[in-house]
């Protein structure tokens, strides 16, 4: 079975900054993708960031040039670095780890207040 454990997350004011971190245990296929997604109250979960064994990245629009998502293959670890954060940032954030399956942490709550 595989586990995704996500840590990192808490209450900051608007410009700090968090680093989430979420590692994978478990039989894990090398080649897979790793990502975070993000849900606010009443809205759809949507990707934040995604990065790929190979170390390809991809954002969502409204965090370019603020987030930066790291991966560390030995440790099965994927990194979010928020910076700048702002109050719409808030939200539970999720892992997510696609190999054949999809697997999902149990979130970590972000809050950013103004």
């Known amino acids: 079975q595989v586990q995704l454990v996500e840590s990192g997350g808490g209450l900051v004011q608007a410009g700090g900054s968090l680093r989430l971190s979420c590692a994978a245990s478990?039989?894990?296929?090398?080649?897979?993708?790793m990502g975070w997604y993000r849900q606010a109250p009443g809205k759809q979960r949507e990707l934040v960031a995604a990065?790929?064994?190979?170390?390809?990245?991809n954002y969502a629009d409204s965090v370019k040039g603020r987030f930066s998502i790291s991966r560390d293959n030995a440790k099965n670890t994927v990194y979010l670095q928020m910076n700048s954060l702002k109050p719409e940032d808030t939200a539970v954030y999720y892992c997510?780890?696609?190999?054949?399956?999809?697997?999902w942490g149990h979130g970590t709550q972000v809050t950013v207040s103004s």
């Open positions: 997510k780890l696609r190999t054949y399956v999809t697997y």
């Open positions: 478990g039989s894990i296929f090398s080649i897979n993708v």
């Open positions: 990065i790929i064994s190979g170390g390809g990245t």
